[in-house]
């Protein structure tokens, strides 16, 4: 395609380096701080690898990751990354559109939205084993924004094979919701007709709504959203104003009608 | 126990103060040219702003502990206590200093705004101007003036200052973590120290 969103910044999007988008990370089942899920996350074994596809689907079951998605067509995309934490990284994946895979497991007429579950492997995930929040992390979208062209899986960063603690084997990217939506590490998405949980909408809905859009407008209870600082510019690094949609308007259309300061 | 505060105390009056301030205030541009050189990880600006809240908090349980030590533990530790007080002072402002200039980059609204709509920030910002009249009389000058029963009246805000340190800290994290609850127990259980009597008085402590 058209790399979606690069499209009209391409010039201004300056992607982070590979050492910066493995060394800060939040994963909370490898821990809480920023270092923690790449310090912890090299003992999960990513290969095998199943995702089970279940719900309104046509093709439902459980399958080997390579069976799942060896025949999609992987491209690079150039996203921003923006974490509800008001920092931000921009990251050059590989990945297959999420509509594509969708398309291939076939999804069945009265499905609304996608629910996604990521691993829970406690003898290789100190944070599941100090629960430091209620596992498995589970997340979920509307299926009109799973479908659209900007949403995709991605299974590598820089053309080499995804770091564990990037979401390794495949996770979701969503450029325009905060980063805590980009669910890492799938083992199982379920197409359903109801609004799916997602882990810190439970925590607390009043600081994490279901759609989390990035909104320079609506702040996070605690801190602004208005600006946010993109890692790598080191100890001077200025912030920058945050874009509605993390720069991505092409999807504004998605939420015409709504009122995105409650449904937020 | 004399065995062992005998002679820390006994080294304790030959260390001059200034030896804590130079101690403490070295690290300061240490920590500064360690995140400009990549020793604090790849998003510099927060690890050095927390390296030094954190620091901040650690002055002041220290402050708040050299009573206690003295009344229950016999350890004297006295003299050194102005100069944890001001250190912790100085890491404070230098802790708000990284706020304003390099995380908010001198985004002067959103920083007002934040000051008074974000509770945590409300609350770290009343501990630091709290501290202000604490440091500015922190001379012999001020103790003279003030008579010392006032001065120590108005010293024991550093109480109230801790916690809302300790609390500004828990607020920060996203979730309920330990080591910011740690930091709060501490100055909580150092508060209550202060309500239980020494060993001399209650005449309990025994023969050593």
Redesign the interface.
Known sequence: GALGGTVHAQETLEPNTLEEIRSYNNFYEFGTGKSDPAANAGDMVTDPWEVTVDGLVDNPGTYALQDLIGDLTVEERIYRFRCVEAWAMVIPWNGFELADLLNKVGVKEGATHVAFETAVIPEVMPGVRRRVIDFPYVEGLRLDEAMHPLTMMATGIYGEPMANQNGAPMRLVVPWKYGFKSIKSIVRITLTDEQPPATWNIINPREYGFYSNVNPQVDHPRWSQASHRVIGGGLFSAREDTLMFNGYPEVASLYDGMDLTVDY | MTAIVDPINRFARKVPTWVVYIGYLLPIPFF?YL??TGGM??????A?EREMGEIALQLLIIGLAITPLRKHAGLNLLKFRRAIGVLAFVYVGVHLGIWVV????L?WE?MW??IW????ITIGMIAFLAMIPLAATSNNYSVRKMGATAWRKMHKLVYPIAALGAVHFI?????W?AEPLIYLAVILGLVGLRYIPSQKATGVASKG
């Open positions: 500064f995140a400009a990880g790849v998003e510099p600006i927060n050095l390099l995380d908010m980059s985004r959103q705004g934040d709509k974000r509770p945590y607020m920060v994290q996203k979730v973590e």
